[in-house]
């Protein structure tokens, strides 16, 4: 039980651009022993189908995460004063092996959830969230899940592959990771195989929010109607970055035109308060076409968000 929470480190005791660049500048661990919540990052993108880098993203996230101050004054949250939160580095993917790499996720999850920890997972390409939910699975059983991404990453096949990050929500319907009448995918759009292409999740019980049908709108309405179809259950947030419109987030493997705006992300990981959030993760940030660092920072604060509306906050 602590009796004193772990709190970023402050501008005035470092400046923001000095220190190791820890998520928001906490303490680290090697394990997740004692903490509510962990940040995790996972340096992969060798499940990237155009553009790669993104195993770069957990550095460049931690990096930009250097302006975060602990109080969300949007949303009166204060999460470091309610959970113990540090960042225990990143899991040791096998950079020349994919499906090497998907064992050493979910083994690095099993190891974090025996610590009743909340896993936030800073990416990587998004091969990763399929070992994080057969992790998740073992714990909490099926997961509800919030999928915020331009694609609906439900390929049967990507070159005759099985695990690609165009995939892994197909392989966790196949295995039942999933309460399928309680998943959503926000902001699909952009162009396709076939003009059913996002008809297979719909036949599986998927509420598909193509991106057409979010724009020049607040999300608000449709995060409460979210939380009334998913109720208690626990639930799973992936944030993939290119949801975004590239005018916001350029730094992607995978562009989409008329994507998301940073204040509808926004709405939607903030309308996640009050569900029972078990774990998430953000997605696809590739810092080599992230000049800027503006993908990247965005990246960052959607994570302190997704930690500010976890349950005990
Ligand atoms: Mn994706
Ligand atoms: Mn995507």
Redesign the pocket.
Known sequence: MATSFNQPLGGNDMPRFGGPATMMRLPTQPTAAGLDVCFVGIPMDIGTSNRSGTRHGPRQIRAESCMLRPYNMATGAAPFEKLQVADVGDVAINTFDLKDSVLRIEKAYDDILSHDCVPLGIGG??TL?LPILRAIKKKHGPVALV?V???A?VNDRMFGETIA??T?FRRAVEEDLLVNDKVFQIGLRGTGYAPEDFDWPRRQGFTVVTAEECWHKSLTPLMAEIRNTIGNHPTYI?Y?I??LDPAFAPGTG?VEIGGLTIWQGLEIVRGCSGLNVVGGDL??VSPPYDPTGNTALIGANLLYEMLCILPGV
């Open positions: 390409d998004h969230t999928h991404d331009a694609h990453d990050h165009g892994p992936s993939d290119d949801s995978t997605v696809e």
